[in-house]
């Protein structure tokens, strides 16, 4: 029986234990409400459950009419945080994300005087449509506020409230008219989450359940201060040494040109990832963790995100494309390679 915890304020320490035991029914409570609009999934929706608590952003990649919209819409409202919608488009410019500086009339002084306009960025939870639509100085504009949660305008910075969730989607078909990521931006991502199409029978409950009259309505599962609270808690968990190596060793396992380096990352492999992959492997390891009621990951949850977190770090080079090898066989391979 969960011991009963008051959230609101920062909890002192003394509060982790009570936290740890309540976060597991709380995060079980928001998939469930999650699920009750969104058919299937429910890797996709543990994952981005990870990437929240975490205090990371997730590039979301799928064909249209898998409900990546409407995952992050009904995650919004479970969490009962301001959502905005930004559809990146190629004529998008940076002041249509950040905010733009108007010219109005002091009623007072009768004076003319600038003040800034928000923009859709000022949200908990964001989600950028179609982000590879826009140039990437548009894309550009992201960055500071996944990174830093502040918009920097006519030289005055804003903070952005917290917490501060960013999830992109892509469509893999469509390339035309469109502009590839930035490394830099895509680092900025926690995890690239693909979406797959649903299986017979899920398909056949989505069609049942969104042709109906009825709509469905998703209650809130999580307070804003109960998120921070958890999201803090998260931080505070304890790692094993041997997990942390374990995390490395996998991440620079991908940089070719290493002695340690196995031949199939030489042969097929142009860039690995950074130290960023090895920092967000045990920060999702620790959140998953925590779902799970442990109060410390471990290598299996290290194994678990390792595709979603090296899918968009590590770059295949013309060997591996012209053999028909992705980045997920080769990280696929690392994982049978690297010993525990």
């Known amino acids: 029986m969960a011991r009963a915890v008051s959230i609101g304020d920062p909890q ?4 982790y234990p009570a936290l740890a035991e ?3 029914t709380a995060c079980k409570r928001l998939e469930r409400e999650i699920s009750k609009v969104i058919v299937g999934q429910k890797e996709i929706i543990r994952d981005v459950l990870v990437c929240l608590l975490a205090r990371g952003h997730v590039l979301l990649i799928g064909v249209p009419g898998l409900a990546k919209t409407l995952l992050i819409r009904t995650l919004a409202k479970a969490l009962k945080l301001d959502f905005t919608r930004i559809q990146f488009t190629p004529d998008l410019m940076p002041g249509d994300i950040t905010g733009t500086e108007i010219i109005e009339e002091d009623r007072r002084t009768g004076k003319r005087v600038f003040r800034f306009v928000k923009g859709p960025i000022f949200a908990n939870v964001v989600l950028a449509d179609e982000v590879n639509r826009t140039p990437p100085k548009t894309q550009a504009a992201l960055l500071e506020a996944m990174q830093e949660h502040r918009v920097t305008a006519g030289g005055t910075t804003f903070s952005l409230d917290e917490p501060f969730f960013v ?11 469109t502009y590839p990521l930035p490394e830099a931006q895509l680092d900025r991502f926690m995890l690239n989450l693909w979406l797959d199409y649903p299986s017979f029978n899920q398909e056949v409950e989505v ?3 969104t042709t109906a009259a009825q709509t469905t309505i998703v209650q809130p599962a999580m307070s804003q201060s109960e998120l921070l609270n958890y999201q803090d808690l998260v931080r505070q968990l304890p790692v094993a040494n041997n997990v942390i190596e374990y995390a490395v060793r996998l991440v620079t396992s991908t940089r070719p040109n290493r002695e340690d380096a196995p031949d199939f990352v030489n042969n097929y ?4 990832a950074g130290p960023r ?3 967000y492997l045990i920060l999702g390891a620790k959140a998953l963790a925590a779902m799970d009621g442990r109060l410390t990951p471990l290598i299996s949850d290290v ?14 080079n ?14 696929d391979r690392l994982l049978d390679t690297i010993t525990v």
């Open 22 to 24: 309540a976060l597991p």
């Open 12 to 15: 002192p320490e003394e509060a």
């Open 303 to 316: 194994q678990a995100l390792a595709i979603a977190v090296l899918r968009h770090r590590v770059i295949a």
């Open 207 to 209: 069609v049942r359940s």
């Open 318 to 331: 013309f060997n591996a494309e012209a053999d028909g090898i992705t980045v997920t066989d080769l990280v």
């Open 269 to 272: 492999i142009a860039y690995g």
């Open 167 to 177: 999830l992109a989607t892509q469509n893999p078909i469509e390339q035309e008219g």
């Open 277 to 279: 992959a090895s920092q």
